[in-house]
Nanobody
Framework: VQLVESGGGLVQAGGSLRLSCAAS????????MGWYRQAPGKQREQREL??????????ALADSVKGRFTISRDDGANTVYLQMNSLKPEDTAVYYC??????????????WGQGTQVTVSS
């Protein structure tokens, strides 16, 4: 599975951005897709969950982004979107797309995109 992200950039506080993540390759067994972020100075292990959407369309959002961010999914295009509104400087981070592969009750692994920088100026 390959993940390609787009849509990051520089925006002023209060502004909006929309991130996209397109999956290709063997996508039949993908369950959850979504976004994590890694703030400046943080290590990979400290990536923070932002939002997830599952194959049954249920979603999960971090408390810090509820009411501001929305996650959606286009299964026909194997693409997940993160609409980010009312952005704050503390949202500044590299945003990484993830795709979790399952088969029955078995987790087959997590794939990561290359990351896209989101910078929110005050």
């Amino acid at each position: 599975v390959q993940l390609v992200e787009s849509g990051g950039g520089l925006v002023q506080a209060g502004g909006s951005l929309r991130l996209s993540c397109a999956a290709s390759g063997s996508t039949n067994n993908i369950d959850a897709m979504g976004w994590y972020r890694q703030a400046p100075g943080k290590q990979r292990e400290q990536r923070e969950l932002v939002a997830q959407i599952y194959s049954d369309s249920t979603t999960a959002l971090a408390d810090s982004v509820k009411g501001r961010f929305t996650i959606s999914r286009d299964d026909g295009a194997n693409t997940v979107y993160l609409q980010m509104n009312s952005l704050k400087p503390e949202d500044t981070a590299v945003y990484y797309c993830n795709a979790d592969e399952v088969y029955g009750d078995s987790d087959l692994g997590r794939y990561w995109g290359q990351g896209t920088q989101v910078t929110v100026s005050s």
